[in-house]
């Protein structure tokens, strides 16, 4: 019996690894086949035959296209700036606010629920209008500053969530110790919790990052010059302007989405945690 | 100064900076949409501080017969992205909750279109899409599925499913990397109880399992909703909310009439009837949510 019931475990443990792998598959497919047509010559592009994996004729002609017709790095530049500016603001932004509600939250935490709802249901194709309008009035159309200040206002609620969420996980007692001591509120903050939020800190910057880095809609709005457009925006005039050959738009595709991708490796196993404890109690 | 009141400074002054952001930048352009929407005139604009009151908007959104045909589309696209998303994360989660070899590199690979922005997603489905050297058609094709080409972003039966699938492909991991941590809070336990009452695979998953991550699943379940609600980065790089509209969601419909058609009033007007609608939904669904 026992023999069978080992039998039977094993080909259960065999479906689940078969089924995990096709998910797998259908997950990466997609960047596999831009990466594929990234690295094929034009001449084979457009070609009615099937041809899943690539052949001797590999070739770097299509991210030399990019980067030699258009103006990709200057693109890529431009979503660096706007996400390393987003990302760090934020992040200082909802450290302080998680933190304020993790600990020193009475209304104010119903308020930052109740927001960060608000924030999810609120349409930004809606908000782009009169932002739209402000921004033009300020000055600050096609200006790089205003894209930064923007996403991380649409990030902060999530962040501040998951921060406080994250806060909320680290006994009291450690800070009621170093009041006694005689550390100030800020030094408790900057100098014992602070070291200890690496993870929390981590899933935040990651997630800001992948917002910010992902914008369309208020880049698209905002920055008309092409000169400060970010990839995003780059990558969509692409789409359909039959003048850019397929391999040089999925190049741009594989170079926008790796600084992504390296930052998910580094921090995706505090990815899980941290966004369900804000999930969870949200 | 006592403790307790530098206390209460120090809690307001960390939130300061937050409210001011979220303040500005969201809750006063909502403020501006909202006159926007009951500014009377073709052409209402910010700037015209003479404007006056009126409900014209909200009337001819509230008239258009394509107001309703747009929110029968978003609930399309969201239910049509959601489910099939919700679905295959819970498998996911399901699969990956126990280890095996090489379970580390399956996940990772399993949760990576969740990096992956919107535009550049579109811009590989919009290839491999294309209705003459596509991938997917070259795949059917090879399969003998279909002996035509389909024109599945030019054709209005097909671009829905077509804006569907990439919108789905990147949400599914945030499913399953929501799930896959509500299922590590489920005690072993209480597996090990129900076995011994004799419940099976399908009894332990209903009466352990969904128990466990339901609350999860139902936060994931609205917040991914009201994401694809009001998601404009797959429809409109892809399609514009065409062909003959079978795309256009109301988030594309509040872009296009303002950008395109100069129609701010209009547009105002129908973005606040769509956070309405929202509102509503999530009312409902919270409501039911306590009930589950």
């Not at chain 2, 403020?31 to 009151?53: D, I, K, M």
């Not at chain 2, 690979?109 to 070259?138: C, E, R, T």
């Amino acid at each position: 019996m026992s023999v069978s019931v080992r039998g039977r475990k094993a080909s259960v443990s065999a479906v689940r690894v078969v089924v995990s792998l096709l998910i797998a598959l259908a997950a990466i497919f997609p960047i596999y086949w831009m990466l594929i047509t990234a690295i094929r010559p034009s001449s084979q592009l457009l070609s009615p035959q099937l041809a899943l994996f690539p052949d001797g004729s590999a070739t770097l002609e299509g991210f030399i296209g990019l980067f030699t017709q258009n103006p990709a790095l200057t693109w890529l530049a431009n979503s660096t700036l706007i996400t390393l500016g987003s990302t760090v603001l934020s992040t200082v932004i909802s450290v302080f606010a998680g933190y304020s509600l993790s600990r020193f939250g009475g209304r104010g935490q119903q308020v930052m629920g109740l927001t960060l709802l608000m924030s999810r249901m609120l349409p930004g194709s809606l908000l782009v209008i009169p932002l739209y309008v402000v921004f033009l009035n300020l000055g600050l159309v096609n200006n790089l500053f205003a894209l930064v200040i923007i996403n991380t206002a649409f990030i902060v609620p999530f962040t501040t969530w998951m921060l406080k969420a994250f806060f909320d996980g680290i006994p009291r007692e450690i800070e009621e110790a170093a009041f006694v001591d005689g550390a100030g509120l800020f030094r408790t903050l900057w100098t014992i919790i602070l070291p200890l939020s690496g993870p929390g800190i981590a899933a935040a910057v990651t997630y800001a990052a992948v917002l910010a880095w992902a914008d369309f809609l208020f880049a698209r709005t905002l920055l008309t010059n092409q000169a400060v457009w970010p990839v995003t925006q780059g990558i969509a005039s692409f789409m359909g302007d039959y003048r850019t050959a397929w391999n040089e738009i999925m190049a741009l595709g594989v170079v926008s989405i790796v600084p992504m991708i390296l930052l998910f490796l580094a921090t995706e196993r505090f990815l899980v945690s941290s966004l369900t404890a804000g999930a969870v109690k949200g | 100064m006592t403790l307790g009141r530098r206390r209460t400074i120090f809690g307001y002054a960390l939130l300061a900076p937050a409210i001011v952001f979220v303040g500005v930048l969201i809750a006063y352009p909502l403020v501006l949409s909202l006159q926007l929407s009951v500014t009377p005139g073709r052409f209402a604009s910010l700037r015209s501080s003479e404007g006056g009151f009126s409900f014209e908007h909200y009337v001819t959104v509230l008239g258009s017969p394509e107001t309703w045909a747009s929110l029968l589309r978003t609930g399309i696209y969201v239910a049509g992205t959601v489910i099939p998303a919700f679905a295959i994360g819970l498998a996911v989660a399901l699969l990956l909750r126990e280890a095996f070899p090489g379970r580390r590199w399956l996940r990772t690979a399993i949760l990576l279109p969740w990096a992956v922005p919107g535009v550049a997603a579109s811009a590989v489905f919009l290839w491999m899409f294309d209705a003459s050297f596509g991938v997917v058609n070259q795949i059917l094709f090879h399969l003998g599925l279909i002996s035509t080409p389909i024109a599945w972003y030019s054709s209005a039966d097909t671009a829905m499913f077509g804006v569907i699938v990439p919108t789905a492909w990147k949400l599914f991991p945030f499913f399953a990397m929501i799930l896959l941590a509500a299922l590590q809070t489920i005690p072993q336990d209480l597996y090990e109880a129900a076995r011994v009452d004799g419940a099976g695979r399908y009894q332990q998953f209903a009466h352990v399992t969904w128990p466990g991550v339901r609350g999860a699943a139902f936060t994931a379940l609205i917040i991914a909703s009201l994401g694809v609600y009001r998601e404009f980065d797959f429809i409109f790089p892809l399609t514009r909310g065409g062909p003959n509209n079978a795309t256009t969601t109301m988030a594309i419909a509040i872009y296009q009439e303002a950008f395109q058609f100069s129609n701010l009033g209009f547009a105002a007007a129908l973005g606040i009837v769509s956070i309405a609608i929202a509102a509503v939904f999530v009312l409902i669904a919270g409501r039911d949510l306590r009930k589950v």
